[in-house]
């Protein structure tokens, strides 16, 4: 619906090395974007490349799809839609129906499916999360204020994210799994489906706000950013109300 509203008449052509399947009309690239040798198929929804975006050799794009102002998808990056990259995220591997707020990174091989994810958070390589369960019944997830399970209805549910969150290599997610704020989430076994905010490891051990903060904050200024007092006070509060969690 939103591709409707676009005005597509910069949009730049494809490379001579992509291919692209489907009606033209529903595929915009801007001017100052960069497609190399991907595969463009729009027959189940539009592809909208924003500016300055990357889409590296060997990429495989099925609609609908939004990729974000300077966002990267790197070389044989599958993404299946409906799916959402915001401003300057880091993608590899696959994905498929999937939102991603701006400044976040799955950079490398490893699969998640309809998640949603917040910002500045950072997937570490071959990290996985199952989306259906074995019994293809429907998902239930919690959260850290109230820690109650409740049902979706939906048999595919990944991963809720919060921002900041930081996963190290080879991380296994269950299906519906909740990661709080700043977590920092390595095992080497499947962590808790409830990962409570501020977080080390298994989410069993706190970590400490002025440290998530300092982690935030070497992020951020990776991408030419500062955390504004602000953004450091909701962090704090956070922090603040979900501490029952993690007592």
Known sequence: ADFDFVNKNNSASPSQYCRVIGEASNLYIHPTAKVLDAVLNVEAGPIFIDADAEVMEGSMLRGPLYIGKHAVLKMGTKCYGPSSFGEECRIGGET????????????????????????????????????????????????????????????????????????????????????????????????????????????????????????AERMMQRRGKEMSAAERAVLAHVFKITAPSRS
């Open 96 to 215: 498929s129906n999937v939102v991603f707020h701006p400044f976040s990174n799955k950079g490398h091989d490893g699969f998640l499916g309809n998640a949603v994810i917040g910002s500045w958070v950072n997937f570490g390589a071959d990290s996985n999360c199952s989306n259906l369960k074995n019994k293809y019944s429907t998902v239930s997830v919690s959260n850290d204020i109230d820690r109650n399970e409740f049902n979706t209805g939906l048999t595919f549910c990944g991963a809720l994210v919060g921002d900041h969150a930081k996963f190290g290599i080879n991380t296994m997610l269950n299906t519906g799994t909740y990661v709080g704020v700043a977590a920092n989430v390595f095992a080497g076994d499947f962590p808790p489906k409830c990962v409570p905010s501020f977080t080390w490891g298994s989410g069993s051990i706190e970590h400490n706000l002025d440290k998530a903060i300092q982690t």
